[in-house]
């Protein structure tokens, strides 16, 4: 059985940081794209960021400069470091899985979600 739980969430001032983690089981994690997700107030699921196990990461515009997504392949685990916090960026974070490494930036090319943690940042 294919888990994905996240970590992390919290709330920060704009400017602040926060990382998330998600640790991943029940899948080949070496052969697998890890993606995160969010979906703030009222809106649709945004891709945030993806990285396969070649380690070639993509971000959405939105993010780029200010978030960082790595992954440890010997602890299952994904990480999403946030910097310079927006209040645009409230939201509930999900992390995705998906069992090969081809580039994939939309919700339905995963089939794996965690149930999401929540990042609320004031102005």
């Known amino acids: 059985q294919v888990q994905l739980v996240e970590s992390g969430g919290g709330s920060v001032q704009a400017g602040g940081s926060l990382r998330l983690s998600c640790a991943v089981s029940?899948?080949?994690?070496?052969?697998?794209?890890i993606a995160w997700f969010r979906q703030g107030p009222g809106k649709e699921t945004e891709f945030v960021g993806t990285?396969?196990?070649?380690?070639?990461?993509t971000y959405a515009d939105s993010v780029k400069g200010r978030f960082t997504i790595s992954r440890d392949n010997a602890k299952n685990t994904v990480s999403l470091q946030m910097n310079n916090l927006k209040p645009e960026d409230t939201a509930v974070y999900l992390c995705?899985?998906?069992?090969?490494?081809?580039?994939?930036?939309?919700?339905?090319?995963?089939?794996?979600w965690g149930k999401g943690t929540q990042v609320t940042v004031s102005s």
């Open positions: 995705a899985a998906r069992g090969d490494y081809t580039l994939a930036t939309t919700g339905g090319q995963y089939g794996f």
């Open positions: 029940g899948l080949r994690f070496g052969g697998s794209t």
């Open positions: 990285i396969p196990y070649t380690n070639k990461v």
